[in-house]
């Protein structure tokens, strides 16, 4: 199956480059219907002029962001020498806190399909 995702340039390059391996995002609804096996194909946002295909190695579902960041290595979401705040900080810019409480946060591992 094939899942669709935006994702900011940024971010973008890193999976392409093959540093960012894992993927951040609230286990909601639309998420968990990704499995192992699966393909998301990410869209570069906001100029949308461009797309490319991970492979779903691994989903791991926590509680809150904070408890993922405290289980994850930094360098695996390519934030190596983040401080936990700023990793915290960067999170809740895209996610509200409200929204971390209803849902929990869903760590997808993926690997750069070229």
Same mark, same amino acid.
């Given at each position: 199956?094939?899942?669709?995702?935006?994702?900011? #340039?940024?971010?973008?390059?890193?999976?392409?480059?093959? *540093?960012?391996?894992?993927?951040?995002?609230?286990?909601?609804? *639309?998420?968990? *219907?990704?499995? @192992? #096996? =699966?393909?998301?194909? %990410?869209?570069? @946002?906001? &100029?949308? =002029? $461009?797309?490319?295909?991970?492979?779903?190695?691994?989903?791991?579902?926590? =509680?809150? %962001?904070?408890?993922?960041? &405290? =289980?994850?290595? %930094?360098?695996? %979401?390519?934030? $190596? #020498?983040?401080?936990?705040? &700023?990793?915290?900080?960067?999170?809740?810019?895209?996610?509200?806190?409200?929204?971390?409480?209803?849902?929990?946060?869903?760590?997808?591992?993926?690997?750069?399909?070229?």
């Amino acid at each position: 199956m094939i899942h669709q995702m935006g994702l900011y #340039g940024e971010y973008f390059q890193s999976i392409k480059e093959g *540093k960012k391996k894992i993927e951040v995002r609230l286990n909601d609804e *639309k998420r968990r *219907k990704i499995k @192992v #096996g =699966d393909t998301i194909e %990410f869209t570069r @946002v906001p &100029e949308q =002029d $461009e797309t490319l295909q991970a492979q779903v190695v691994n989903l791991k579902i926590y =509680d809150s %962001f904070q408890a993922m960041y &405290e =289980d994850i290595p %930094f360098q695996d %979401f390519d934030c $190596e #020498g983040w401080t936990m705040q &700023e990793m915290m900080d960067g999170t809740y810019e895209i996610y509200t806190p409200e929204q971390e409480k209803n849902w929990g946060a869903l760590a997808i591992a993926i690997k750069y399909k070229d």
